[in-house]
């Protein structure tokens, strides 16, 4: 099996060396051959090298270091304004703005990103994902002039890597995998799949640093709040209207 | 670069050799090395081998002969429920009934699809993502039990090869990246970006198959219409809210 894939890390510290924008563009073409749904290929990638463009960039993605210190960043984006286009000029009127072709667009643009990280890390290029793209979309939006109908889904950042950061756990393959049928979770389950990430010094730190009796709490009450994740939500739905991703159709009830 | 993902292609067609139980078990532990939000891992897989159960499923994929045909069929599902379990057995509470919770779990799901992809594909099975599954969720959520805060968002069927279907022509590099900021299409750059594409034997058979003028009128009048995406994003909220994933503060205005 691919090596790199079983001893990947992400990387957030990078050498000063650039990255060949041959290779990169080979990186990325490569990529492109991932599935696509109707072979639309209903996604973009901005490539941000500019030290100012990163430094406009840095607080959509709450300043992050690797914004700035990384060679590359690049924003995957769901985009059906390209093919909406095509259609548009080929005498055919494209139905393209509404959630659902959001979703497919977003997958489209997530399984291309994933391709293109997996080939980069095996060139032994570092990656580190940013998943605040989708929490502050509309900077991100008005710094790289996305149009309507293009969203950014996912962040890259990309360098040759300046650390080696342990590899990080994972819950055993039993908890993410069920036979036939989802078999829900009983706590006996739940204690016995959770056990060895709970056991970790690293993560009794994280309870401790943050004056927290469990590590869970470390995520409801710090990392991941329903608070947060209640305002970015209806953010998230304002932006997509803007961006026309959502029709007069797609209100909820 | 990765040999097998260069050469890629939709496998719709499978040898009746089974999958060693071992080997999938190795291509989903390895899989589940890629990045995850906040190392939560919030998703899940469901494998159907059974016979009666692909043919259950068979219906909310079209019947697209490969969900009977495929040695295993993989329903890939974004899950809030398992973290949300844990959450609740170690006195924290949950905040991830919403739809930013959602969209980072399906990102982590899809992220994780693609993964295991390379890996098998890599090992010489084949796969064919079935983008059917958000088009009609609701079937898959109760033929396969999934609780609240679980929904598919991919569907895999994989086997070994049984046809070496021609490569897939692709957009040329230029048409998916841009420099710094988004450039937008002109017709002239259109024109260029597809003109392949519009000059292939098999597209312009599609145009006359479909009596269409234009091969954008075979997507937007047949395959991927604006009537069928609107009612498909209006059952996609609905469902989506039934599973838990929409919260009070999450009506779109």
């Known amino acids: 099996m691919i090596e790199s894939v079983k001893t990947r890390r ?12 041959n290779l990169l563009n080979d990186l990325i073409s490569t990529a492109s051959r ?28 709450f300043n992050q270091p690797m914004v700035k210190d990384a060679p590359v960043v690049l924003t995957f984006c769901a985009d059906f304004n390209r093919f ?36 980069a890390e095996e060139v032994r290029l570092g990656i580190c994902y940013l998943g605040t793209s989708i929490y502050n979309p509309q900077q991100i939006i008005d710094i790289l002039h996305l149009p309507k109908l293009v969203f950014p889904v996912a962040t890259i950042t990309l360098g040759y890597p300046d650390e080696c950061p342990p590899l990080v756990d994972r819950l055993p393959l039993e908890a993410i995998v069920h036979e036939e049928h989802y078999c829900d979770y009983t706590r006996e389950v739940i204690d016995k799949l959770y056990a060895y990430k709970e056991s970790l010094p690293q ?9 927290k009796n469990t590590l869970a709490q470390v995520f409801t009450d710090v990392r991941y709040t329903k608070k947060d994740n209640e305002s970015m939500s209806a953010n998230l739905f304002e932006v997509l209207k803007k961006q026309g991703f959502l029709s007069s159709a797609d209100v909820i009830g």
Chains 1, 2 share one sequence.
């Open 10 to 21: 992400s990387i957030r510290k990078y050498k000063k060396q650039e990255i060949d924008p």
């Open 34 to 61: 991932v599935s696509t749904i109707g072979n639309m290929q209903v996604y973009s990638v901005v490539i941000t090298r500019d030290s100012e463009m990163k430094a406009k960039l840095s607080p959509a993605h």
């Open 84 to 119: 909406s286009k095509w259609c548009e000029f080929r005498d055919a009127k494209p139905g393209y703005a509404n959630f659902m072709s959001f979703m497919n667009a977003a997958t489209d643009a997530l399984i291309f990103t994933q391709n293109f990280c997996t080939l």
């Open 203 to 211: 993560n009794q730190q994280f309870i401790t640093e943050n004056n």
